[in-house]
């Protein structure tokens, strides 16, 4: 009696561990493994699930299934404030955002869409404009964004291109922009790159020089 006690004991330990095991690993799956930075000409790929991001001007607010739920502009010692909703279609893909602001006392609305990936390729800023300002985003097949178009009322304006620096470990430390215009038809490209010298324990930057400026910033996570 007390041997099949204690197989019987024993199975039910091991399906205790494999029923954790399995929630545990759905759990996981659920959580976003990045965190998409947009706003105010920001796209960035950020490792974890970011709750705040503060740096010089802006804070931005994300929810835990890494939506942007708010920006807040920080400036004339007050607190300007985009606030958005995330739409899903039936299939639980995200397939725009929309924030809401105000200026001069006027509600003003813009829209980020979002490809079949979940990455941001077009922003339309102010919709209430007879034509609205529309950015364009573009990726590599390992989710980079690789190239950006600016357009004001239907024509390009700028387009920048972007290299990612690594080190040894594989891990992201800095930036290389590649900027052309519209003055000589986008033919020639200046550049400048951005280095990140702090790091925090999801390598992700919190400190970094880019034309002898130096940026900071701080991130707090779910």
């Known amino acids: 009696m007390s041997s099949i006690f204690l197989q019987t004991k024993v199975w039910n330990v091991l399906i205790l561990a494999i ?9 996981l799956k659920q959580e976003p493994l990045v965190t ?7 796209v960035e790929k ?8 503060t740096e010089r001007y802006f804070s931005f607010t994300f929810n835990k299934e890494g ?9 004339k010692n007050g607190i300007d404030t985009t606030k958005y909703s995330t739409i899903y279609n039936k299939d639980n893909r995200k397939i725009e955002s929309i924030g809401l602001y105000f200026e001069e006392g006027k509600k003003i609305r813009e829209i980020f869409k979002y490809d079949i990936k979940g990455h941001m390729t077009i922003y339309i800023g102010n919709t209430n404009a007879l034509s609205p300002d ?5 990726y590599d097949k390992a989710g980079n964004l690789i190239e950006q178009q600016i357009y004001f009322e239907k ?7 972007f290299r990612y620096l690594y080190n040894k470990s594989a891990v992201c430390t800095g930036i290389e922009q590649s900027t052309a215009t ?8 200046t550049k ?16 970094a020089i880019r034309n002898g400026d130096t940026l900071t910033r701080k991130i707090t996570y779910y």
């Not at 519209?182 to 490209?189: E, L, R, S, Y």
């Open 19 to 27: 029923i954790i095991f399995l929630i545990s690993c759905t759990h």
């Open 36 to 42: 998409w930075l947009y706003g105010y000409g920001n």
């Open 46 to 53: 950020i490792n974890g699930r970011v709750k705040k991001l």
């Open 67 to 75: 939506d942007l739920v708010k920006i807040e502009d920080l400036f």
């Open 134 to 138: 529309t950015d364009r985003f573009f």
């Open 155 to 161: 024509k390009p304006l700028w387009t920048y291109k």
């Open 182 to 189: 519209w003055h000589d038809n986008f033919k020639t490209f």
């Open 192 to 207: 400048d790159t951005t280095r990140y010298i702090v790091f925090d324990s999801k390598y992700n930057w919190l400190k």
